[in-house]
T-cell receptor, first 109, second 114 residues
Framework: DAKTTQPPSMDCAEGRAANLPCNHS???????VYWYRQIHSQGPQYIIH???NNETNEMASLIITEDRKSSTLILPHATLRDTAVYYC??????????FGGGTRVLVKP | DVKVTQSSRYLVKRTGEKVFLECVQD?????MFWYRQDPGLGLRLIYF???????EKGDIPEGYSVSREKKERFSLILESASTNQTSMYLC?????????????FGPGTRLTVL
């Protein structure tokens, strides 16, 4: 599975959009981009995933560049409860998840 | 809602003890996973199972074994606990039949080996 690179941390103001970048320049054609998050003292939680097209669900939006070498997770209106570590993972369907360091997001009032 | 439960949130054991960590999921998922999470190392896969009585080694299986006698239950066993197995242990399940192929995680067991 392709490697991903994320900034180690970022701050975000409550009520504003949080844009979390992820680089995956070695992604293969059959690999999906997954996003999970882990709130303190809890297990990881699935957020969203995509292959080529942009995706949106009740939690977030996922924007994937046309060359698929990078993506951005958007939390449209960050709340204090969105403070967590966010993991960007690239993997083919059926392969195991491999979690890297993630981005520690702190939402401030 | 999918529920993945783990037998204990916190556990303290002594070096050399045999330790059982139990995980149960209620969504009839075929796949189950055991991870450990350590500061600076992220989540690392220990073992996984794609079916009853089936198991596969993950990235760090040494010092661990697993058991999957029933579809809903996946046990992680530390035959002789050591201090370097002090960690947060996370269980997860998924189903390849569901298009999203997402993994649902339990709350974790924080194990301390003294």
């Amino acid at each position: 599975d392709a490697k991903t690179t994320q900034p180690p941390s970022m701050d975000c103001a409550e009520g504003r959009a949080a844009n979390l970048p992820c680089n995956h320049s070695t992604i293969s054609g059959n690999e999906y981009v997954y996003w999970y998050r882990q709130i303190h003292s809890q297990g990881p939680q699935y957020i969203i995933h995509g292959l080529k097209n942009n995706e949106t669900n009740e939690m977030a939006s996922l924007i994937i560049t046309e060359d698929r070498k990078s993506s951005t997770l958007i939390l449209p209106h960050a709340t204090l409860r969105d403070t967590a570590v966010y993991y960007c993972i690239v993997k083919a369907a059926g392969n195991k998840l491999t979690f890297g360091g993630g981005t520690r997001v702190l939402v401030k009032p | 809602d999918v529920k993945v439960t783990q037998s204990s949130r916190y556990l303290v054991k002594r070096t050399g003890e045999k330790v059982f960590l139990e995980c149960v999921q209620d969504m009839d998922h075929e796949n189950m996973f055991w991870y450990r999470q350590d500061p600076g190392l992220g989540l690392r896969l220990i073992y996984f199972s794609y079916d009853v009585k089936m198991k596969e080694k993950g990235d760090i299986p040494e010092g661990y074994s697993v058991s999957r006698e029933k579809k809903e239950r996946f046990s992680l066993i530390l035959e002789s606990a050591s201090t370097n197995q002090t960690s947060m242990y996370l269980c997860a399940s998924s189903s390849p039949a569901e298009g999203r192929n997402e993994q649902f995680f339990g709350p974790g067991t924080r194990l301390t080996v003294l």
